[in-house]
DNA sequence: TTGCGTCACGTAATCGTTTACGTATCGAGG
DNA sequence: CCTCGATACGTAAACGATTACGTGACGCAA
């Protein structure tokens, strides 16, 4: 590893300024920035991030917290988080919360001790605890959720979306929507999509109809199972995740219903998941990749405090107007 | 943030005893052990990793590279390297390769910056420029990949799988096999796979078919009509990877035939995606996470060189025996 | 010519650790 | 009693950068 000192020994200058030209501050004349940007390219030399961070007490490093590493939606965002960091000359550290806010703490505390640019959350709210293990210099910004933490966020305004997504079946003739909703433990963000979905419902006269699993593909199998119970006549489903609202479509076709013809189904978020069924699956868009860029540019100090960025109806295969009723 | 000297002060003791406590290294009485460690309790001291790296010459941070950070077989690798790394306490810096080495390239000279203890290769072939722009002195391994680098690698053999992939088809009765395969770009996965299939096709004197996409779901559509083109009567595709696989269950339930009845459908690596269609896809199954899990393990310097982790067949709802010739 | 402001550097302290080396204390063996 | 070897520390020098401060040269106005 080649240090300051030595491309400023080949230069012939001292230390002070081979880092002022790598710096850009001023206080070297054209030549011998010339000079000391010769010698850096021939002895590639790279400074030192540890030793620039001590120094500096920051360094360049980001770090991201998921509640999971394979995430589907995190992913997206982390994607986001990634490019846009890398753009602005940063790192990505990853760490994941799990079940419980126990890891959460822990890596909040070995990432305080690289003392980050700032901490990205997705999808997850802020603890007492966790702040204490951050400590209040780290600037943290919560993505994908907005209200439960005073933090700075990016999100889509959830509420709106869903009541826009339960609409837009309503304006297809439905009235017998069940929803599939997420679980209790990501209320501030199911709690709002279900309020949506409800206020859509209310205003054209329809009654809400709600069962629960837990966002995952498996969990709405026995979800759906005790929306149809409740209902056989449902002519739509709107699932709050896409991997639930794959498990409809599937589900559905499983009974032999057609999907659209039959049943409607209208999931949430946009992840790959809603391109892997047939036909593929409409949803409530969220723009998880600007979402994760805005998140960064937002930690670094540019934008306002509370973004809310715009969400989409997107049609694809899985919805249609109301089926025929047989006559 | 408080400093080492600081809960050296309150004890009454030296840095160096301090620091010598928090390292487990010798030269201390059990007396000063019990009131450090309270200080440090007290203080809420943690050890800047900045500092120590600089003076060791090495952090704790573990370097991942991906094809894309959202790729979803990765993020499962992702996901064993994190939790083990964890166990280690080492962190985990996220970066993707894109297409071409430039990015990646341009991310390894900043994670030089870092001192990292390793770096993980997810899916990727290491360039000579790649080398140079980490430095000689930090250990490398490549994960999913075995061939094409000289580096220590944790991976499946691949033509075996597929060649058992193959031939548990062959077994259900199968002789008119379609392969879906990869592209040329990866090909250093694809090719021994390729081989798997076409030794246990002549093994019974089946003929090989193949078509290529780029082992996403979209791209397989075309390969598929190519397949169908040239044997309208194939009983049974083999898809080098889950996206594939779940595209050929759509697509050959949109074309009336029922899976696995008509058609079996054995997919590849069993990431998350092979759960999302209906049939569920059988697959031949990589144990991704622990792939990634062994691969920090071998990075921090347990294991022999050279691991391959076993395969699995894993039959879910997507194949079944031949169907019935009409007659 | 003198004086002063600017420019272009150099010097040296500093960030928070680790660690080689020095040292005081104490017990035991001769 | 003296010596020797552990044991349990303390001292101070690094690690590689940044930066406040000092300084010599130069230009220019008075």
Not at 296 to 320: D, F
């Amino acid at each position: 590893m080649t240090t300051i000192r030595e491309v400023a020994q080949r230069v012939g200058v001292s230390a002070a300024t081979v880092s002022r030209v790598v710096n850009g501050v001023p206080g070297f004349s054209e030549l011998t920035r010339q000079r000391v940007l010769q010698a850096i390219d021939e002895l590639g030399y790279e400074p030192d991030s540890l030793a620039r961070g001590l120094k500096t007490s920051h360094s360049a490093l980001l770090g991201v917290l998921a509640p999971a590493v394979s995430d589907a939606l995190a992913s997206q965002i982390m994607s986001g988080v990634e490019s846009e960091a890398r753009a602005h000359g940063h790192a990505v550290m990853l760490g994941r919360t799990g079940s419980g806010a126990e890891l959460a703490v822990e890596y909040l505390r070995t990432l305080r001790a690289y003392r980050p640019a700032g901490v990205v959350l997705i999808s997850t709210a802020i603890t007492p605890e966790m702040r204490r293990a951050v400590g209040s210099r780290v600037p943290l910004v919560s993505v994908a959720i907005r209200k439960g933490n005073e933090l700075p966020s990016v999100a889509i305004d959830d509420e709106l979306a869903a009541y826009e997504g339960t609409m837009s079946l309503l304006r297809s003739g439905h009235r017998r929507i069940g929803l599939l909703a997420g679980d209790e433990s990501s209320v501030l963000v199911n709690a709002p999509r279900e309020r949506g979905y409800r206020r859509a419902m209310r205003a054209v006269g329809a009654k809400p109809l709600e069962e629960r699993g837990n966002s995952l593909y498996e969990s709405a199998i026995p979800a759906l199972q005790r929306l149809w119970q409740r209902d056989p006549e449902l002519t739509a489903i709107f699932a709050l995740s896409d991997e639930m609202g794959a498990a409809a479509v599937n589900e559905a076709q499983r009974r032999g219903l057609r999907v659209p013809e039959d049943l409607s189904v209208l999931g949430f978020d946009d992840t790959p998941t809603s391109r892997h069924v047939h036909p593929p699956l409409s949803t409530v868009a969220q723009p998880l990749v600007p979402m994760g860029e805005s998140a960064v540019r937002l930690l670094l100090g540019q934008g306002p405090r509370n973004q809310v960025l715009p969400h989409r109806i997107i049609a694809r295969g899985s919805t249609g107007p109301t089926p025929m009723p047989p006559h």
